[in-house]
Nanobody, 115 residues
Framework: QVQLVESGGGLVQPGGSLRLSCAASGVTFRYAAMSWYRQAPGKERELVADISEFGGSTNYADSVKGRFTISRDNAKNTMYLQMNSLKPEDTAVYYC????????WGQGTQVTVSS
């Protein structure tokens, strides 16, 4: 059974940085293209970034392009999201999942950007 555990969120001031992690178990991680999603209060969950199975291809939502970097370490069954130049509108619960969101969701990690 697939288990996803997100971590690394917190409270940060505008312009600050955070690095999120997504640890996957119960799945052959290296065979899965992966994505980061986020859900802000009162809004639908949205795709933030995704990465191919071996990390050679990445894609980003326009709202985070140039500020966020997605990466993965298949040896550790872990994916990352480096978030720089954070803005208040980045405030959300961040989730990871396989591309297409075909696995059960984890608990997410809260990111709050506020002064």
């Amino acid at each position: 059974q697939v288990q996803l555990v997100e971590s690394g969120g917190g409270l940060v001031q505008p312009g600050g940085s955070l690095r999120l992690s997504c640890a996957a178990s119960g799945v052959t991680f290296r065979y899965a293209a992966m994505s980061w999603y986020r859900q802000a209060p009162g809004k639908e969950r949205e795709l933030v970034a995704d990465i191919s199975e071996f990390g050679g291809s990445t894609n980003y939502a326009d709202s985070v392009k140039g500020r966020f970097t997605i990466s993965r370490d298949n040896a550790k069954n872990t994916m990352y999201l480096q978030m720089n130049s954070l803005k208040p509108e980045d405030t959300a619960v961040y989730y990871c999942n396989a591309r297409g969101a075909r696995w059960s969701w984890g608990q997410g990690t809260q990111v709050t950007v506020s002064s």
